[in-house]
Each structure stands twice: as C-alpha cells, then as structure tokens.
Antibody, heavy 117, light 109 residues
Framework: QVQLQESGPGLVKPSETLSLTCTVS????????WSWIRQPAGKGLEWIGR???????NYNPSLKSRVTMSVDTSKNQFSLKLSSVTAADTAVYYC???????????WGQGTLVTVSS | EIVLTQSPGTLSLSPGERATLSCRAS???????LAWYQQKPGQAPRLLIY???SRATGIPDRFSGSGSGTDFTLTISRLEPEDFAVYYC??????????FGPGTKVDIK
C-alpha cells in the first residue's frame, strides 16, 4: 500500500519561502507523476503542480513564477518550494500521486502551513 | 483554462436516498478525463471515479459516474451514513493540466 507523508515547517513568515517534502513509502517513486495540491480553510482544492521522476515539471500558471519542485528518487521523496509567500498562501498542503489518465489515487494526510509574522 | 462548475452547492438528503451531483465544464474535457473525489472533514480527498465512469479501486458500486464533453454526473444510488461529505470533480486533460470544481456538499436532511 503506497503511503505519502508531508513534512516541513507549519509556520512561515511573509515574503519567505515555504518548503515542504513528501516521503513516499510502500512503493517506488519511479515512473509516476507526483503532485502538490493545496486547500485554504473552508475552501476548495487548488492544484499547484506536478513533477515526473525524470524531473520534468508542470506548474499552475497562477503560481508558476513562485513554484519550484524537485525529486530525489534515492530517498523516495519529492519537494515543493513556494517563494515570496503571503497570507493568501495559508492552506493545508497535500502531496499526491497523479496518474495522468486517472487522477490522483494516493494522497498524503495534508499539512497545515500558516503564513504569519 | 477549463473552469468547472458544480451544482448544487449543497444537497440535503436522507440516508437511503439517491444523490445526483452535476459537474459542468466551460469547454469540452478531452477523452473524458474527468474524476470525482470525496472529502470528509479533516481528511484528504479520496478518488472515487476516473475517466468519467470508471470506479477507483475499492469504491462501492453505489457510486457511478457518467457524462462526456462538458456535462458530467456523479450518482450515489443509496446514501449510506458515511457518504455525507463534500464531492469535487476534477478535469485533468488540458492546460493547465488539471483544475478542480468548487465542490458539492452532501449533508443530512
């Protein structure tokens, strides 16, 4: 059974960079797309972007200028960096495995990141 | 960007009743790349349906999806107590690669 776990600081100051890591267990990270999705409190889901294990990426155009994703296949991990954060970036951040023809079939439990001074 | 609209915003039903949820796209969704998710409070979304009508692994057959082009439907044939949740549709075939609808909340009448 594939499991995903997000980790990273729960509090980030405005204008700084949010950094999260997702660790995949119970299966190989190779040959899949891995995504980040966020959800502000009481609101809907926003797709941030995805990375393939080759390192190729697709980002949401609305966030593209601030987003960087990377993957470390040796550690079965992938990561998200979101720069110049504001209060609007406060949300629960989920990592997920994305199958391009079948949606996101495995999700992490989510981690709350609050942007505040 | 394909914009998804879900209706109704809230659906109030009793256990045992049939639920019909709608997802409409602003333009045609290629190859029916449309998925449905269920989300309960404090939990991550769970994939229910992909390809508009294929049930994901372990999903009970009371959940079914249909539709093509711009109009899609999720039907829950008989609501169980555990089905009261928020449901999101997602298209994953166009640029940007994926967008979600705003969700439909199914609550207990």
């Amino acid at each position: 059974q594939v499991q995903l776990q997000e980790s990273g600081p729960g509090l980030v100051k405005p204008s700084e960079t949010l950094s999260l890591t997702c660790t995949v267990s119970g299966g190989s990270i190779s040959s899949y797309y891995w995504s980040w999705i966020r959800q502000p409190a009481g609101k809907g889901l926003e797709w941030i972007g995805r990375i393939y294990t080759s390192g190729s990426t697709n980002y949401n155009p609305s966030l593209k200028s601030r987003v960087t994703m990377s993957v470390d296949t040796s550690k079965n991990q992938f990561s998200l960096k979101l720069s110049s954060v504001t209060a609007a970036d406060t949300a629960v951040y989920y990592c997920a495995r994305e199958i391009p023809v079948a949606g996101c079939d495995y999700w992490g439990q989510g981690t709350l990141v609050t942007v505040s001074s | 960007e394909i914009v998804l609209t879900q209706s109704p915003g809230t659906l109030s039903l009793s256990p045992g009743e049939r639920a019909t949820l709608s997802c409409r796209a602003s333009q045609s969704v290629s190859s029916s790349y449309l998925a449905w998710y269920q989300q309960k409070p404090g939990q991550a979304p769970r994939l229910l349906i992909y390809g508009a009508s294929s049930r994901a692994t372990g999903i009970p057959d009371r959940f079914s999806g249909s539709g093509s082009g711009t109009d899609f439907t999720l039907t829950i044939s008989r609501l169980e107590p555990e089905d009261f949740a928020v449901y999101y549709c997602q298209q994953y075939g166009s640029s940007p690669p994926t967008t979600f609808g705003p969700g439909t909340k199914v609550d207990i009448k």
